[in-house]
């Protein structure tokens, strides 16, 4: 910062010599980073002038820019008058502080100023130096006593040219009260790895109100962890309160260079949190980063817009793209000897390696741009990065012991009860993903043994649930329906049973991301199985269970007395049908829907064409299978004539009455069982496309973007699945 001069012209403004360091700040000025207006024209909110017969140029210029794609550019062609935008700016009294970067390409003097629109009155005049080529940033305290509406003008009085960015008037509150259960040190000294002294505060500073005056490094720390922000070290680290190092972030534009911590001030206070800015500097580079940070385990992060994004150094053994209508994604850093971009989703959970930690990522906006970062030395990933650009990243610390846990599934643990090494921590919904058709499938664990054989799915028959504990302990029972093959990893999500003391991601989602985007995503509507059984239906629902019971009435030679019964269960079996039907055909409408999405895909795309084939490939599995069955599903027509059969039997006794209704039973399940079969194979083909498109994305930004679509065409079509598709909310 440069200051000429200063000039007290109202008694509406004092200049402040010293500014409290517990403040809130919120910027008033609009567009201020001039990011919003075309090329060549003013800034969207802006105004210009040429005051006194001053001749230039004002418009906004992509050529250069402090932060983001543009700046705005001041020609004064000549050495007359005063040319300068004009923001108009409605100011309340209080504290501020003005600030703004300026460059030009010679050395320069021009002036700053902020006038009263009501009387033109000058409130606050500068003169500012600026050496030649180098963005600059002025900043100065202001105080102003009334409400008015305010001019900010800043620009030549003399030819030259000049470009500004961020230009901000930013109103602080001060905030007298440090938010309970956190805590705010002066470690004293700017080591470079202080992790042992987190356990050993002796040597620390407790602040209280006065936060000014920090030798060391700032440290903030609550009930869950300390996060140090370590000028020396250049990066803000996030320990545990066992002192375990678990999380450093930088921005990921000044990765490998030589960066300090040059500036890091707290703002104030916000909903029981307090607000931190920092900036990442090194020679050429200042990067503003704000991190607000709560008494519970989540720590808002914020860099400035056009700044790209941040790098989170964490040792991963397991990154996580949760979906709660179909099955997660798993990324194991073995498989990947380079960066993988992965589809962002808004969800990013990483399963840190010691198996006491993970890491859950929420993000307000959609569609991020998101790397993981292999070091393949370890077999972890040693980052995430997020090129979040301006918005928040919510970054949360979830800890203890066997939170979670890796099972190899041995050949020996083919038809058999394994108790394995690991214990829950707490309740919860504790989760896998087994092979099941030669596709990863979600489980959850049971809270008891099932019963032997007490497991149905549609054409895979009768099985034992293979996962489920016994008080702490758990178990798995692999069969040759569901083989021992690959890692079980095992985690969590949601809450079931779960202490109130417990933060799950479930909750970390709801609290982060506000309700609409919490339920779009959640979405539990969608989670529900959809309804096959007619409305106040007579006997039951699928074709087995109705003639089941039906074969019971001929068994006992009452087809007559209870032909009304015998009816209303054809019915129910014929609304079954019905309905069954409809949904092998919304799957080829998907199918339908998706081949004319890549089609397109493919001509907009021709660099993609090798990963849209694939997906073709997984789509045309959809329209194979259903006409390699078609012929068995029959119509509603041939239903509805072996329900006239069957009811043609309640009309008389007869002892062929029960021998014929057994060869009509064989019909009725024949088709009910072909259509069960059926949307099973298309619910796993579609579960199988959703989880190759996110698997399949990783080399390039662009084919996430696609992979992106076709997981969200995918969920449209798996939600409310029938329960002889998949198990309700599995």
Same mark, same amino acid.
């Given at each position: 910062?440069?200051?000429?001069?200063?000039?007290?012209?109202?008694?509406?403004?004092?200049?402040?010599?010293?500014?409290? !360091?517990?403040?809130?700040?919120?910027?008033?000025?609009?567009?201020?980073?001039?990011?919003?207006?075309?090329?060549?024209?003013?800034?969207?909110?802006?105004?210009?002038?040429?005051?006194?017969?001053?001749?230039?140029?004002?418009?906004?210029?992509?050529?250069?820019?402090?932060?983001? $794609?543009?700046?705005?550019?001041?020609?004064?062609?000549?050495?007359? *008058?005063?040319?300068?935008?004009?923001?108009?700016?409605?100011?309340?009294?209080?504290?501020?502080?003005? !600030?703004? @970067?300026?460059?030009?390409?010679?050395?320069?003097?021009?002036?700053?100023?902020?006038?009263?629109?009501?009387? @033109?009155? +000058?409130?606050?005049?500068?003169?500012?130096?600026?050496? !030649?080529?180098?963005?600059?940033?002025?900043?100065?305290?202001?105080?102003?006593?009334?409400?008015?509406?305010?001019?900010?003008?800043?620009?030549?009085?003399?030819?030259?040219?000049?470009?500004?960015?961020?230009?901000?008037?930013?109103?602080?509150?001060?905030?007298?009260?440090?938010?309970?259960?956190?805590?705010?040190?002066?470690?004293?000294?700017?080591?470079?790895?202080?992790?042992?002294?987190?356990?050993?505060?002796?040597? @620390?500073?407790?602040?209280?109100?006065?936060?000014?005056?920090?030798?060391?490094?700032?440290?903030?720390?609550?009930?869950?962890?300390?996060?140090?922000?370590?000028?020396?070290?250049?990066?803000?680290?996030?320990?545990?309160?066992? *002192?375990?190092?678990?999380?450093?972030?930088?921005?990921?534009?000044?990765?490998? $260079?030589?960066? $300090?911590?040059?500036?890091?001030?707290?703002?104030?206070?916000?909903?029981?949190?307090?607000?931190?800015?920092?900036?990442?500097?090194?020679?050429?580079?200042?990067?503003?980063?704000?991190?607000? +940070?709560?008494?519970?385990?989540?720590?808002?992060?914020?860099?400035? =817009?056009?700044?790209?994004?941040?790098?989170?150094?964490? %040792?991963?053994?397991?990154?996580?793209?949760?979906?709660?209508?179909?099955?997660?994604?798993?990324?194991?850093?073995?498989?990947?000897?380079?960066?993988?971009?992965?589809?962002?989703?808004?969800?990013?959970?990483?399963?840190?390696?010691?198996?006491?930690?993970?890491?859950?990522?929420?993000?307000?906006?959609?569609?991020?741009?998101?790397?993981?970062?292999?070091?393949?030395?370890?077999?972890?990933?040693?980052?995430?990065?997020?090129?979040?650009?301006? =918005?928040?990243?919510?970054?949360?610390?979830?800890?203890?012991?066997?939170?979670?846990?890796?099972?190899?599934?041995?050949?020996?643990?083919?038809?058999?009860?394994?108790?394995?090494?690991?214990?829950? %921590?707490?309740?919860?919904?504790?989760?896998?993903?087994?092979?099941?058709?030669?596709?990863?499938?979600?489980?959850?664990?049971?809270?008891?043994?099932?019963?032997?054989?007490?497991?149905?799915?549609?054409?895979?028959?009768?099985?034992?649930?293979?996962?489920?504990?016994?008080?702490?302990?758990?178990?798995?029972?692999?069969?040759?329906?569901?083989?021992?093959? *690959?890692?079980?990893?095992?985690?969590?999500?949601?809450?079931?049973?779960?202490?109130?003391?417990?933060?799950?991601?479930?909750?970390?989602?709801?609290?982060?991301?506000?309700?609409?985007? !919490?339920?779009?995503?959640?979405?539990?509507?969608?989670?529900?199985?959809?309804?096959?059984?007619?409305?106040?239906?007579?006997?039951?629902?699928?074709?087995?269970?109705?003639?089941?019971?039906?074969?019971?009435?001929?068994?006992?030679?009452?087809?007559?007395?209870?032909?009304?019964?015998?009816?209303?269960?054809?019915?129910?079996?014929?609304?079954?049908?019905?309905?069954?039907?409809?949904?092998?055909?919304?799957?080829?409408?998907?199918?339908?829907?998706?081949?004319?999405?890549?089609?397109? &895909?493919?001509?907009?795309?021709?660099?993609?064409?090798?990963?849209?084939?694939?997906?073709?490939?997984?789509?045309?599995?959809?329209?194979?299978?259903?006409?390699?069955?078609?012929?068995?599903?029959?119509?509603?027509?041939?239903?509805?004539?072996?329900?006239?059969?069957?009811?043609?039997?309640?009309?008389?006794?007869?002892?062929?009455?029960?021998?014929?209704?057994?060869?009509?039973?064989?019909?009725?399940?024949?088709?009910?069982?072909?259509?069960?079969?059926?949307?099973?194979?298309?619910?796993?083909?579609?579960?199988?496309?959703?989880?190759? &498109?996110?698997?399949?994305?990783?080399?390039?930004?662009?084919?996430?973007?696609?992979?992106?679509?076709?997981?969200?065409?995918?969920?449209?079509?798996?939600?409310?699945?029938?329960?002889?598709?998949?198990?309700?909310?599995?």
């Amino acid at each position: 910062m440069c200051i000429k001069k200063t000039y007290l012209l109202c008694p509406i403004i004092l200049i402040s010599l010293f500014v409290n !360091s517990l403040l809130l700040a919120q910027n008033i000025v609009t567009n201020s980073d001039f990011e919003i207006g075309k090329i060549g024209e003013l800034p969207d909110e802006w105004q210009d002038q040429k005051e006194d017969g001053a001749e230039g140029n004002v418009f906004l210029t992509d050529k250069e820019s402090h932060n983001g $794609k543009q700046s705005l550019f001041i020609e004064n062609t000549n050495d007359e *008058g005063y040319i300068h935008p004009n923001k108009s700016v409605k100011i309340s009294p209080g504290d501020y502080i003005f !600030s703004f @970067w300026a460059k030009s390409d010679k050395d320069i003097e021009f002036p700053a100023q902020i006038y009263n629109e009501a009387d @033109w009155n +000058i409130l606050f005049d500068t003169s500012c130096s600026l050496k !030649s080529n180098l963005w600059t940033k002025f900043e100065f305290p202001l105080s102003f006593t009334e409400e008015f509406t305010g001019s900010i003008q800043i620009g030549l009085t003399s030819q030259g040219r000049l470009w500004l960015d961020d230009v901000e008037l930013t109103k602080k509150t001060e905030i007298k009260q440090i938010p309970q259960n956190i805590k705010i040190w002066d470690t004293m000294t700017k080591k470079r790895d202080i992790g042992l002294e987190t356990q050993d505060k002796s040597k @620390w500073r407790l602040l209280s109100d006065d936060v000014s005056n920090i030798k060391g490094d700032l440290a903030i720390e609550n009930n869950f962890f300390i996060i140090i922000f370590c000028s020396e070290l250049g990066d803000v680290v996030i320990y545990s309160k066992s *002192g375990q190092k678990r999380a450093e972030i930088k921005p990921i534009r000044l990765k490998g $260079k030589d960066i $300090k911590l040059t500036k890091c001030s707290i703002l104030g206070t916000m909903n029981d949190s307090i607000v931190v800015e920092t900036h990442f500097s090194d020679e050429d580079i200042d990067f503003p980063v704000s991190f607000t +940070i709560s008494k519970k385990q989540i720590i808002e992060i914020k860099s400035a =817009q056009g700044m790209g994004g941040i790098s989170i150094y964490s %040792p991963i053994e397991y990154g996580i793209v949760p979906n709660f209508i179909s099955d997660d994604l798993i990324f194991d850093p073995k498989y990947y000897k380079e960066t993988i971009n992965i589809p962002s989703e808004r969800l990013f959970l990483g399963l840190l390696n010691g198996r006491d930690s993970e890491l859950f990522i929420t993000l307000p906006l959609a569609h991020q741009d998101i790397r993981l970062v292999p070091d393949n030395d370890k077999k972890l990933f040693e980052s995430i990065e997020i090129e979040n650009d301006g =918005q928040s990243i919510y970054l949360s610390l979830l800890e203890a012991p066997n939170i979670w846990h890796k099972e190899e599934l041995k050949p020996s643990y083919l038809e058999d009860d394994v108790l394995i090494n690991w214990k829950r %921590p707490f309740p919860a919904k504790w989760v896998t993903q087994l092979y099941e058709d030669g596709v990863k499938t979600r489980y959850t664990f049971k809270a008891t043994k099932p019963k032997d054989d007490g497991f149905w799915r549609a054409a895979v028959g009768w099985y034992t649930y293979p996962v489920w504990f016994e008080g702490e302990k758990a178990f798995i029972r692999t069969s040759k329906k569901v083989p021992p093959k *690959g890692d079980a990893i095992i985690y969590f999500l949601e809450r079931n049973g779960t202490p109130t003391s417990i933060l799950t991601p479930v909750d970390i989602i709801k609290a982060t991301l506000g309700p609409d985007t !919490s339920e779009n995503i959640l979405d539990p509507q969608g989670r529900r199985n959809r309804s096959l059984t007619r409305p106040n239906c007579d006997i039951g629902t699928a074709t087995c269970e109705v003639t089941n019971q039906i074969k019971k009435v001929f068994e006992a030679g009452k087809e007559v007395e209870k032909a009304e019964y015998i009816k209303g269960g054809t019915e129910d079996m014929i609304y079954f049908l019905a309905r069954e039907n409809e949904r092998a055909m919304e799957y080829q409408d998907f199918a339908k829907k998706m081949l004319n999405f890549l089609s397109t &895909a493919k001509i907009n795309k021709p660099d993609q064409k090798q990963f849209i084939e694939k997906m073709e490939k997984i789509t045309n599995e959809l329209i194979s299978a259903y006409e390699h069955e078609k012929n068995n599903l029959k119509d509603a027509d041939y239903a509805k004539k072996i329900a006239e059969e069957t009811v043609a039997l309640t009309k008389q006794k007869s002892p062929d009455n029960l021998y014929k209704f057994i060869r009509l039973k064989e019909e009725w399940t024949g088709m009910g069982g072909a259509v069960d079969d059926l949307n099973r194979v298309l619910h796993t083909i579609t579960r199988k496309l959703f989880q190759e &498109a996110g698997y399949s994305c990783v080399d390039q930004t662009e084919t996430v973007r696609l992979a992106e679509e076709i997981r969200r065409l995918a969920i449209e079509c798996l939600r409310n699945p029938g329960g002889y598709e998949i198990w309700s909310n599995y």
